[in-house]
């Protein structure tokens, strides 16, 4: 079964440094987001992503996020100055529409983000 | 800020219990309903989509109330394997894709 793949499982980096989270959505599908989840809170969504533009965002996705699709198959989300309340896991989703029977988003396993 | 809320837990059931749980939407707006269920430390994962008149797979049934804003899931006979937290989420908007979870409502079942 074709899944949402997301590299680095886990990425350790130092408050003021750029980090780039990778993701390789489901093949066919041609919606993709950013999602977050804070330890002990609930899933909040970052950022979505159709035709090479940002659809929508959040609150959350201000100057210091950008996504990029930089080939045909990799979506990524770049922080540029990580701060400690950065950390959290980082959640790739991909959808085949948006709205509609075929909206459904499924996830990758996520990348845990530690900003020191 | 527009809420999905839902049951704090946690449940705490037996193995072959009937458990329910209660989602609640503030947007009257919204279009797309599911129930995802997330393991500790691992991504949401979709459970079930939920439809106007209601559906079921297996064990589990959800039901939409539009009228109330209200969501369901019914699990039947639970298994130990159903331990999880149950995310309840709503899509705002035909046009829309910005999911909004609930918090989530933690499942354990016990021998």
């Known amino acids: 079964e074709p899944e949402v793949t997301q590299t680095p499982s886990h990425q350790v980096t130092q408050m003021g440094q750029e980090v780039i989270l990778r993701c390789v959505p489901i093949?066919?599908?041609?919606?993709f987001y950013w999602y977050r989840q804070i330890l002990g809170q609930k899933v909040e969504f970052l950022v979505s992503?159709?035709?090479?533009?940002?659809?929508?965002k959040s609150e959350i996705f201000d100057d210091q996020f950008s996504v990029e699709r930089p080939d045909g198959s990799n979506f990524t989300l770049k922080i540029r100055s990580t701060k400690l309340e950065d950390s959290a896991m980082y959640f790739c989703a991909s959808s085949e529409e948006a709205g509609g029977s075929t909206d459904t988003q499924y996830f990758g396993p996520g990348t845990r983000l530690t900003v020191l | 800020r527009k809420e999905v809320e839902q049951d704090p837990g946690p449940f705490n059931v037996p193995e072959g219990a009937t458990v329910a749980f209660n989602c609640t939407y503030s947007?009257?707006?919204?279009?797309?309903f599911f129930w995802y269920r997330q393991d500790c430390r691992k991504e949401p994962k979709l459970l079930m989509s939920v439809y106007s008149s209601g559906n079921e797979d297996g064990r589990f049934t959800a039901q939409l109330n539009r009228a109330s804003q209200y969501i369901s899931l019914l699990i039947r006979d639970s298994k130990l394997s159903d331990s999880a937290t149950y995310l309840c989420v709503v899509i705002e908007g035909w046009n829309n894709n910005d999911m909004r979870f609930g918090a989530g409502t933690r499942l354990t079942v016990k021998p």
């Open positions: 093949s066919n599908h041609l919606y």
């Open positions: 992503f159709y035709n090479n533009e940002i659809s929508e």
């Open positions: 947007n009257s707006a919204s279009q797309s």
